[in-house]
C-alpha cells in the first residue's frame, strides 16, 4: 500500500498553506504612503507622534486607509497619489515648522495593499529591482573642503601632543582657515619645534612668521597631501556607505562615484525610504570637546546662549534632559580615532551604555586630556547633518587610558544600539548632503514585468499539456506538483524580502523546467517497473526510491553551480542565483514529497489496482498502444 505517514501528509498540508498564506500578498500590490521617521538619535518615534500625525491629517481633511506604528517609523496608507502629496505637505508642516532644522523626515513611499491580517502574520510581497519596478536614486555630494578641515583638527591634535611629548612649550595652536597657526616665545623653541615637526609630519608644508614679540610657525598641508585626503575621503565614504546600506539589509544596491565629489546611491525595490534618507544623510561624525563649567554654570549666559549669542570660544546645546549647556569650540577628539561601537551595559549601574574602541592615537590623546582635566565635564557630541547634539557630558572621575570609552547616562536600550549602530557603520571621513533624491521608473520598463510574466505562465503551460498528455493522470499530478514548486518559491522569496529582477524572473523559468525533469524520471521509472511486470502498488513505489538517487544528484551538482554564483557573483548575477538555489531547494521537495503525496492520496486507499493512468506501457506479448 502506498500510504504517508500522518506527519508526512501534515508536513505536505502545512508547506502548501504556508506557500498560499506567503504568496497571496504578491498579488495584492501596492499603493501610495507616506512614512514618517525620526532623524535625530535624541529624538524617537513614539505614540505621541502617532497622535501628532493623526491630527495633522485631520486639520488637512485626509482620511488614511490606514495608519501603521512600529519603533522605528509610522507609515501613512493612502487612496491615491493625489492624496499622498497632500498628506506628505500637511505633516511636514506640522513635524517640521523649521525646514532648516527638521526633526522629522517625511518620505513618500509604497506599502502593500494587503489586507491587515496578512500583514500581521509578516506576510509581505517580495521585492522588485530597479530593472522590474524601480526605487530610490539619490546623488550626494561630498564637502572635499569639510575633508581638509577635518584632516587639519585632527593633526592640530596630534602636534599638541607631539611638542608635549618633546617637551616643547608653546603659546598655543590654532587652526586659521586651511593652516595651523602655533605660537612660541622665542626662536629657538620654534626651531626645536620645526625640527621636530619634519621628523613626524611630512605632509606639511612649515613656514616661519613673526607677529610681535611671537614667534609663529605656519603649518599647511601640501597639494600632493590635500589631492591625497580628498581621494581617500571619497573612497572612505563609498565604503561607509555600502556598509550602512548593509546594515538596512537593500539587495542588490549600486553605489558608486560619479565626477570628482558626488557619489551615485541606487536602491533598487526599498520600500523603507525614510529610513535610508535618514542613514545616508547622516555625517556620524563623534567629536569629544570639553565643557566649558564655569559658564555653564551662569544662568545668565545660558540664558544669552539660548538667544544665540554664546561666549567666545563656545557652543551651546541642550543635552537629552533639556537642560542647556555651553562646550567648547575647540575638539578633543573626532570619529577619525573610532575603530569600533558596541552596545552594552555599564558595569557598576547596569544601565545601557555604547563602548568605544579607539586606535593608538586616540587612546594616547584620550588619556591625556582625561588626566589634565579630573574633575571636569567632557561632552560627547553626534553631529548629523551639521547639527550637533550632546549624547552625554559625564564627569572626568579618573585617567583613562587603553583606549576603551563608555558612554552612558539616560539612554534606553534602543538608543543605545542605534548610536553603536550608526557609529559602527563607519564615520565618514567628509560630511555629505543629500543633492538629489528621487524615485525613478523601471530602467526597462514595465513590459519586461509582463513578459517576464508571459514567459514564465506559457512556459508552464506548454508543460502542462505536454505532461498531461504525455503521462495522463500522473501527467497532472507531476503539473500539481510543479504549480506546488512555484507557489512555495515565490513565498519563500517573499518571507526572505528577496529583490527580483528580470534574471530573477529567468531563474524562475529556468527552475520550472527542471522541477518538471525530475517528475519526467519518476513517471519513466514507473513505467519501467509496469513493463518488468510489477504491481501498480510496487511500480510506484519502486519508481520514486530508485529515481530519487539520480534526482539528488543532479540537483546537488547544480547546487553547487548556483552557490559558486552567490558567493563570486554580483548585480545580476548574484539575483539569479539566488533564486536558482532556492529553486532547487523547493523543486526537490515539491518533485518527490508533494507529487508521491497526491500520488498516494489518488492510490493509496485501493488494495486492489489493477492499472496506473500513466500512458502508454509496453509490454511483451501486449500489443502495442495498451493504455494502462
Known sequence: MNRYPLWKNATVIIALVFGLLYTLPNFFGEVPAVQISSVKATIKVDTALQSRVEEALTVAGIKPTGLFFDPKSIRVRLADT???LKAK?????????????????VALNLLSASPDWLTGMNALPMYLGLDLRGGVHFLLQVDMKGALTKRLDSTGADLRSLLRDKNIRHGGIQREGNMLVMRFREAALRDKARAALLDSQPDLDLVEAQDGADFKLVATLKPTAQQRIQEFALKQNITTLHNRINELGVAEPVIQQQGADRIVVQLPGVQDTAKAKDILGRTATLEIRMVDDEASADPTRLQAAAAGQPPLGTEYYVERGGRGLLVKKQVVLTGERLTDAQAGFDGQTQEPAVHLSLDSAGARIFKDVTRENVGKRMAILLIEKGKGEVVTAPVIRTEIGGGRVQISGRMTTAEANDVALLLRAGSLAAPMEIIEERTIGPSLGADNIEKGFNSTLWGFAAIAAFMSAYYLLFGLVSVTALAANLLLLVALLSLLQATLTLPGIAAVALTLGMAIDANVLINERIREELRNGATPHAAITAGYERAWGTILDSNITTL?????????????????????????LTSIFSSVVVSRAFVNWLYGGRRKLDALSIGQVWKPGVAAGTTK
Do not use: M, W
Open 89 to 105: 505637505d500637511a505633516i511636514e508642516k506640522a513635524l517640521n515648522p523649521d525646514p532648516a532644522n527638521a526633526s522629522y523626515s
Open 560 to 584: 553547487i553551480a548556483g552557490v559558486a554564483l552567490l558567493i563570486f557573483g554580483s548585480g545580476p548575477v548574484r539575483g539569479f542565483a539566488v533564486v536558482h538555489c532556492l529553486g532547487i
Open 82 to 84: 493625489d492624496t499622498q
